[in-house]
């Protein structure tokens, strides 16, 4: 039923080059999130599974618009490098290959990991550029040394080019999948401009450089687009716009936009929409997996939370509305919980009021895995950041906030939350790269 034979006029020709050989993947920490991704498409390259959730592999939308309107496939509107074409790497503070990692983080079931073994032992990940003050509540011995962030950060790309070198990869993406980072605020004396920074990598100001700031600035100088899949300061200054310019590679983040934040720019403009006033909207949280224990310690927490409270704020603008939103209490909590492992629980109660400021509440308690819910993110992310670097853009890729909790900005730009106006802008980036109009005609 999806499919006509006349195929809407193209405006311009696609802008994708089209691919032409092996996309390496190299994924910043080999944890729950990342081994639960691989595994995803390993088995689904086996013909064993589904990349079921992600919308560059099985996503299906409208081109041309009344009459003229035909669903097309993503994959068959761009040139989408095809999983089979994908090369996994990773680097990790832990010695554990893929196959031992996935298994520690008790995701998947083991009758889900044996059959991609082979191919998940042959993953072992290059030496971390790690920094304790930036997790405290982890350590691995797998770590690189160096006198700077500088060095270290040469170190980082010298295991890009192997990488790129020994698998043969025409492109590589890089992607944080690690731990979040304690919080650390922009200082526009660093942060503020490329040279500002690289001197203070040089100066090994470990402050206010850290690890994942490393991984980007290798990333970008080495050609390869990078995405922030946590709520890391990273990439969310002048000085990496300056260096994503410099080298025209796309940048994307920051932090997935898996569970809680993802239900609540469903809620959050609903109420915006019908105008119902909001008092309070409390979220909390348990969790049990490695990402639980990084984020029991305050500091790193505080980084989380900061990118989890943005969407409320954002959307229920109390500029337009200050009776209904100038006084919403707004408060979110995380606890570690060892017995939950990966199988997060979230809950929110949310007061409301309507008419005549009579009071309601609404509950939403989302039994959910975090992993699972993460891993097409991911994949989305890697294959539209390859797809924008075939289409030569570059800077922040705004069309990707679709997957982010916190999606990046420039300074002075309002960044879109709305879980429904983010799928527009999705839709319609494609069919401008794909050389279609784009449009506003409700689906
Ligand atoms: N699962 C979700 O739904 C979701 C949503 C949003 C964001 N995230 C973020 O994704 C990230 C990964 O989550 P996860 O559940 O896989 O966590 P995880 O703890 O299982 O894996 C993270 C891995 O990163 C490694 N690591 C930490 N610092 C590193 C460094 N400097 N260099 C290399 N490796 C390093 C750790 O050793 C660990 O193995 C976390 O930051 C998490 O907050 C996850």
Avoid at 77 to 97: C, K, Q
Avoid at 175 to 182: C, P, V, Y
Avoid at 275 to 292: M, P
Avoid at 422 to 434: C, G, H, T, W
């Amino acid at each position: 039923m999806y499919y006509k034979t006349n195929i809407p006029t193209k405006m311009k020709e696609c802008r994708v080059k089209p691919t032409n050989g092996k996309l390496g993947v190299m994924c910043v920490g080999l944890g729950a999130v990342t081994t639960t991704t691989i595994i995803g498409v390993l088995m689904s390259r086996k013909g064993l599974s589904k990349p079921t959730g992600s919308f560059a592999c099985d996503g299906i939308m409208r081109l041309g618009k009344g009459a003229d309107k035909i669903y097309k496939e993503v994959k068959h509107i761009l040139p989408i490098a095809s999983l089979d074409d994908i090369v996994f790497g990773a680097w990790d503070l832990y010695e554990d290959d893929a196959y031992d990692a996935a298994i520690k983080a008790s995701v998947l079931r083991q009758g889900d990991i044996e059959p991609v073994k082979e191919e998940l032992k042959a993953i072992r990940p290059y030496k971390a550029l790690f920094d304790k003050n930036y997790a405290t509540n982890i350590d691995g011995p797998n770590v690189k040394t160096g006198d700077t962030r500088w060095e270290l950060t040469e170190q980082l790309r010298q295991d890009i080019r192997s990488f790129k070198e020994e698998n043969n990869c025409e492109r590589v993406v890089v992607i944080w999948i690690a731990s979040t980072e304690k919080y650390i605020p922009r200082d526009e004396n660093v942060h503020g401009s490329l040279a500002a920074f690289e001197a203070a990598m040089k100066a090994n100001d470990t402050e206010r450089v850290a690890p994942s700031m490393c991984y980007a600035y290798a990333a970008m100088r080495e050609g390869c687009p990078f995405v922030m899949g946590a709520p890391n300061l990273c990439i969310d200054i002048p000085a990496m716009w300056e260096l994503a310019d410099e080298e025209k590679v796309p940048i994307t983040g920051k932090d997935f936009k898996s569970g809680q934040t993802m239900m609540k720019t469903v809620l959050a403009p609903a109420f915006f929409t019908r105008q119902l006033g909001v008092t309070g909207w409390f979220s909390t949280n348990i969790l049990g997996n490695r990402d639980g224990v990084v984020l029991d310690a305050p500091e790193n927490f505080e980084t989380k939370r900061r990118s989890k409270m943005s969407a409320v704020e954002n959307i229920l603008d109390s500029d337009i509305y200050p009776d209904l939103y100038s006084d919403i209490y707004h408060k979110v909590r995380i606890n570690y919980y060892p017995p939950r492992g990966d199988e997060k629980e979230s809950w929110d109660n949310i007061d409301i009021f309507g008419w005549m400021g009579y009071p309601m509440t609404i509950k939403v308690n989302f039994l959910c895995r975090d992993s699972i819910l993460a891993a097409p993110l991911v994949l989305d992310l890697i294959l539209f950041s390859d797809v924008a670097l075939r289409a030569g853009e570059y800077g922040i890729q705004e069309f990707m906030s679709f997957y982010c909790k916190a999606p990046m900005h420039k300074d002075g730009e309002k960044p879109v939350h709305d879980l429904f106006k983010q799928f527009a802008m999705l839709k319609n980036k494609i069919r401008e790269l794909a050389g279609y109009e784009p449009d506003q005609e409700l689906d």
